[in-house]
């Protein structure tokens, strides 16, 4: 496990995955290629080379997901970004729709208590 990958956006949003040249393609690299391809639809990914990638396309719709679980292997992993001005490491999507779940529950429970709602 010395060796990390490296990782870049795209200014369309899209994700690239770089595996060094001497990237153990071991049972832990075939692991992380398991659970990026269940919690990523058909087409959402291509590699280089399928038996030996080198590097690995992501779909813009399912960057942020494959960056979060390429961190849980390789937390040491570097992502460049500057091409990409709307990247932000910090969005979380659990995050924010807790956050506006709430928002619609407190909206519905005042609505529902006759209370008049701002405009």
Known sequence: MSAIPS?????DGEFYLDFPEAFPHDHY????RRVIGVNTPPGSLDYDEVFSPST????????????AIARLFWPGM?????????YNPEFNVVRQLAA???AVTVAEAAVRCGL???Q
């Open 100 to 102: 506006a779940r709430r």
């Open 29 to 32: 690299f075939l692991t992380f």
């Open 7 to 11: 990782a870049r956006y795209e200014r």
């Open 116 to 118: 008049a709602v701002g």
């Open 56 to 67: 690995l396309w992501v779909k813009f719709g399912y960057a942020q997901r494959v960056e």
């Open 78 to 86: 570097m992502v460049v970004s500057r091409e990409n001005p709307r």
